[in-house]
């Protein structure tokens, strides 16, 4: 089965769980980024992974724009999405308000990658605005790398 892993990443964070899925699933998929000026076309592929991460509840504008304009092909192809942000526990209700129904519906599966936060990645406000949310002015590991299992294996 041809996978595209379809992500847009901020500080890597995405980018990174991305490529873990593309590594397990080997040589059948392919990673697109929405940030570069690269592009792939969806009749090549038998199956798409989004990945995305939120920031204050929303996902990043390219993601959703890219998942609009694809929603009848998407519809017809196996898939999943990767989410990723600090917030481990409530990463659905943001899931709701970013991605149709028709297309949460269609999924085989949603799983919630974790996040990460490392303050010298950010500007003196965002640095500062984090810090207050997260009780403190380190680095903050959430990674949950364990839950991609279910992507892999619903695509292996």
């Given amino acids: 089965m041809k996978t595209l892993i379809v992500y847009v990443s901020g500080k890597g964070f995405i980018k990174e769980a991305a490529e873990r899925v593309q590594k397990a699933l080997g040589s059948h998929a392919a990673l697109l980024d929405l940030k570069s000026k690269s592009k792939a076309d969806l009749k090549d592929y038998d199956a798409v992974i989004l990945c995305g991460a939120f920031r204050a509840g929303m ?29 481990t526990e409530e990463y659905r209700l943001p899931f709701e308000k970013n ?58």
């Fill in 59 to 87: 996902q990043p504008r390219k993601i959703k724009a890219y998942a609009r304009k694809n929603e009848k092909a998407l519809l017809t192809k196996k898939l999943a999405f990767v989410l990723g942000g600090l917030d």
């Fill in 99 to 156: 991605f149709k129904e028709e297309l949460r519906s269609h999924a085989v599966a949603a799983v919630h990658a974790g996040g990460r936060y490392i303050p010298d990645d950010y500007s003196g406000f965002i640095r500062n605005m984090m810090e207050k949310i997260n009780k403190s002015s380190g680095a903050v590991h959430r990674e949950k790398w364990e839950n991609l299992d279910t992507v892999i294996k619903a695509f292996s």
